[in-house]
T-cell receptor
Framework: AQSVTQLGSHVSVSEGALVLLRCNYSSSVPPYLFWYVQYPNQGLQLLLKYTSAATLVKGINGFEAEFKKSETSFHLTKPSAHMSDAAEYFCAVSDFSGYSTLTFGKGTMLLVSP | DVKVTQSSRYLVKRTGEKVFLECVQDMDHENMFWYRQDPGLGLRLIYFSYDVKMKEKGDIPEGYSVSREKKERFSLILESASTNQTSMYLC????????????FGQGTRLTVV
């Protein structure tokens, strides 16, 4: 079964600093991977997804992620943090069974200080 | 604009009550899901449905049941609510296919007292 591990339940950065949120996956086949963002008291919104086309995936709000098969990683980055980026971020992997379930990591809360 | 709508944002129920959480999607998606979200545990799958009247257990189905009588509607039922079911509940829908995006509702924060 596929799974994802997010390293760090909380990450703190200063405004303007690099954002790096880590995600490692476990899958017996090439995976489909997703990053979602959740703002306070809201549902989840897709940031970006990897579906085996380009290994560097660009998403919304200036975020991008790179799929590295050798490291089984799909880390999320943004060159310069903004206060509005403060939210919880979830990495997810898609199940290849016929049911198309998504398995989520435990989430990383991004804190941005002025 | 695509939408997944959950009937309530906040609910307070008493222990032992039967609780219904409703979810409607307008995208004609085959798959619908109920997740539970707790701090430090991420999202855990309770039940999902891949077609009308079809359902499958997720990772934590105990204490819950579901109903899908129409394609657009997926209901989560707590047969006898308990305090350990106090949580945020998220509904999602997704078109068939492992590479497709899941769309989420705003969530229902349920408190059982």
């Amino acid at each position: 079964a596929q799974s994802v591990t997010q390293l760090g339940s909380h990450v703190s950065v200063s405004e303007g600093a690099l954002v790096l949120l880590r995600c490692n996956y476990s899958s017996s086949v090439p995976p489909y991977l997703f990053w979602y963002v959740q703002y306070p008291n809201q549902g989840l919104q897709l940031l970006l997804k990897y579906t085996s086309a380009a290994t560097l995936v660009k998403g919304i709000n200036g975020f991008e992620a790179e799929f590295k098969k050798s490291e089984t990683s799909f880390h999320l980055t943004k060159p310069s943090a903004h206060m509005s980026d403060a939210a919880e971020y979830f990495c997810a992997v898609s199940d290849f069974s016929g049911y198309s379930t998504l398995t989520f990591g435990k989430g990383t809360m991004l804190l941005v200080s002025p | 604009d695509v939408k997944v709508t959950q009937s309530s944002r906040y609910l307070v129920k008493r222990t032992g009550e039967k609780v219904f959480l409703e979810c409607v999607q307008d995208m004609d998606h085959e798959n619908m899901f109920w997740y539970r979200q707790d701090p430090g545990l991420g999202l855990r799958l309770i039940y999902f449905s891949y077609d009308v009247k079809m359902k499958e257990k997720g990772d934590i189905p105990e204490g819950y049941s579901v109903s899908r009588e129409k394609k657009e509607r997926f209901s989560l039922i707590l047969e006898s609510a308990s305090t350990n079911q106090t949580s945020m509940y998220l509904c999602a829908s997704r078109k068939q296919g492992a590479n497709t995006e899941a769309f989420f509702g705003q969530g229902t924060r349920l408190t059982v007292v």
